[in-house]
């Protein structure tokens, strides 16, 4: 069944309609939308011509659209407190979230790249760095919490084809990730991670409890 089209977008021509249905779509259900290849590529050019519009739409939702000036990313970012679209990460997940927003940081304030793409090895290195006492994830557990932030359109995950490589495993971090926890500098991201570090992981089921440090 097709519902009527809205009365306040009336002005929209009938042919960018259903790409500005799905642009919507995407964005409330995963909160970003990436434009780079095939039907989404053409999705993101029809709603790029139509940011104020999709911007209005989502202010009464108290979600911010964002976009990137440097890829073809539309962001739907919370407002902190006033939203309650918002997507909720099991304490472990959120271990692995701070992990590679750092790793985003530390590459981008490196060298200009295009992509942040490090492997599972150095996701594992960064874990047991960052939180010296917690026991990192096995290598299924990784994987599980990866593929979570990929539909969130957090990362993008390549499994080598090896199943005795995984270590190899790319992922790439997508500009998304940092604008979910926008920290104003490292400062700000060391207080937080202070309070995970006496947290011990369960592999099995991703919880975690007190340890004494």
Known sequence: MNLP?????QHVPEPDRPALRDALAELLSTGVL???EGRARE???TARDYLRELGEYLSPLN???IPDPDRPILQARPVAGECDLTARFTKDESLLILVLWRLYHDTRMERAVDAVVV???????ALKLTFENIEPPAETHLER???RLRSRRLVRFQRH???LRFGESAVEILPTLPRVIPFENTQAWEQLVQLHTTRKIDNE????????P
């Open 205 to 212: 089921t991703g919880r975690g409890e007190e340890v004494a």
């Open 145 to 147: 919490m990866l593929a």
């Open 63 to 65: 979600l911010t659209l």
């Open 119 to 125: 492997s599972a090895n150095e996701i594992f290195q």
């Open 34 to 36: 990436l434009g780079d």
């Open 5 to 9: 089209w809205p009365s306040f977008w």
């Open 43 to 45: 999705i993101y050019l």
């Open 161 to 163: 084809e090896d199943p």
